[in-house]
């Protein structure tokens, strides 16, 4: 559709100048009654955090978004744009977004006054209507404001000329959204500067007897206060956002599975099928819930969802790695693929331990408790007795890297058992080597879930040497072949 050119044409169309809180409001409510979520993209948040996030955007109200690292707070700011119009008419050639019906700078005033109805103007999309700052210490008010532009001074300006300000993002936002990321950063004396634009909605720019009654509705985000020491949010400008809302961690595996399924960035290798069981992307989800329990990791800064991703990814990049070492068709993560995890795990939590040295173990008893959990959650009870007491006639198993997924069907063909409850974690009947290309690979995935599961039950012993690893009866180990790998102790919740 042709949009209107000039402000007459605007008129003759019938548009109508409202306020961005109450374009908001409108949109919102328009979502609400048909059912839309207000954010796709974000998941865990339905029952909790969203609910309030609408409650603050029909008051009208600025909002602080508090909490730990990782938890969506900036996707939830910038998903707010999807809630404006699509477009929305300007003074052609306005810094800062003046309304055709009412322009605030003097600029827009002196050419309204001059053109009238023939005034020209641009329009811009939702996208361009939103400004994000990163608080950092040497923030200054006139990145956020503005300050006087010595360019045009030199031009032969007046100091006294309004026309010399260079706005700053606060007055370029004008009409639109303006977020600040880590709000606690941005120094004391700067955020006083905040306090009319979230009061009294106007900022005043020193050296000038200029007041711009701006339409900007706030948002910002925060870490709690309890344990960050970079800096505090002054009592005056918390007192001046309308609603804080307490974001917080997936509060479930299966929604931890979600996001981390949606986020990860899987990269495609030619020649090589990628397959991700869902029992694998779980335990990478619930490693995540088993360190935010963990009495050795500092629960205060939080274990971010970044993590889970991160370790997906480096699962993901361990199968496919030795899939192309081995020449095979397909990759599928499988559990010795999780020792590439600590890496992916170590900068993203801190560990509270006296001993730097056990950072590293440390977080393998998580792994090694998540991968308890999902195998005693998916794999029934009854069929654990079976696989154990096929071991005490069978001579072992070896699992490793560098084995093909040929010898995994090998195993499952020795040992019925094991084949079923390896069925248990594929969801069908005990796989056969023959079939879909993909199958073996799975199969063996399956295969050193059961077995490991076992061993972590302590049922089946694990001797580990190289990139090797084989699990035998506790009958054998305890006729001299001790297991090198102890079950995980303290960190299930």
Not at 66 to 73: N, Y
Not at 176 to 190: K, M, Q, S, V, Y
Not at 278 to 307: C, K, W, Y
Not at 342 to 365: T, Y
Request: aromatic share 4%; charged share 25%; with cysteine.
């Amino acid at each position: 559709m042709t949009r209107p050119a000039t402000i007459g044409d605007l008129r003759a169309a019938g548009w109508e100048s409202i306020s961005v809180a109450s374009e908001l409001r409108r949109n919102v409510v328009t979502r609400i009654q048909s059912g839309e979520p207000l954010f796709p993209e974000v998941l865990g948040y339905e029952n909790t955090v969203l609910p309030q996030l609408e409650n603050a955007l029909l008051a009208g109200h600025d909002v602080i978004f508090l909490g730990e690292r990782g938890q969506a707070k900036t996707r939830l700011m910038r998903g707010l744009t999807g809630l404006l119009d699509e477009w929305m008419p300007i003074l052609a050639g306005s810094e800062i977004n003046d309304d055709p019906y009412s322009p605030v700078s003097r600029y827009g005033r002196e050419m309204v006054a001059e053109l009238g109805n023939d005034t020209p103007l641009d329009w811009v999309h939702r996208s361009d209507r939103y400004g994000e700052k990163l608080a950092t210490p040497d923030t200054s008010i006139a990145d956020l404001i503005g300050e006087v532009d010595p360019i045009k001074v030199a031009e032969g300006r007046y100091l006294s000329d309004e026309m010399t300000i260079h706005y700053g993002l606060v007055p370029r936002t004008n009409r639109g959204l303006f977020a600040i990321n880590e709000l606690p950063d941005l120094a004391e004396r700067i955020q006083v500067g905040l306090l009319n634009v979230l009061e009294e909605r106007d900022v005043q720019i020193r050296g000038h007897r200029v007041r711009l009654p701006l339409d900007v509705v706030l948002f910002a985000s925060a870490n709690p206060e309890d344990y960050t020491n970079r800096g505090r949010i002054i009592t005056p400008l918390k007192d001046r956002f309308g609603s804080q809302i307490r974001t917080h961690y997936p509060l479930d595996v299966d929604v931890e599975m979600d996001i981390v399924v949606q986020q990860a960035h899987i990269p495609r290798i030619d020649g090589v099928q990628l397959v991700v069981p869902d029992f694998m992307t779980r335990i990478v989800a619930t490693i995540a819930q088993e360190a935010r329990h963990s009495p050795h990791l500092n629960q205060r800064s939080g274990v971010s969802v970044r993590m889970s991703i991160a370790c997906q990814e480096a699962l993901v990049a361990s199968s496919l790695r030795r899939a192309v070492r081995a020449g095979e068709p397909v990759a599928v993560p499988r559990v010795s693929d999780l020792e590439a995890l600590p890496a992916a795990m170590a900068g993203k939590v801190e560990v509270d331990s006296l001993d730097e040295d056990r950072d590293g173990e440390i977080l393998a008893r998580i792994v090694q408790a998540a991968v308890l959990t999902v195998f005693q959650d998916l794999v029934p009870g009854s069929l654990h007795r079976g696989v154990v007491e096929a071991f005490d006639a069978h001579e072992g198993v070896s699992t490793g890297e560098d084995l093909g997924a040929g010898a995994y069907a090998e195993v499952v063909a020795e040992v019925p058992a094991l084949a079923i409850a390896s069925a248990a974690l594929l969801g069908d009947e005990p796989v056969e080597s023959g079939g879909d290309q993909s199958q073996p690979a799975l199969l063996a995935s399956a295969v050193e879930l059961v077995l490991e599961g076992l061993h972590l039950s302590q049922r089946l012993n694990k001797q580990t040497l190289g990139p090797r690893s084989c699990y035998i009866a506790r009958s054998e180990a305890a006729g001299g072949r001790e297991s090198n790998t102890e079950a995980p102790r303290g960190e299930r919740r």
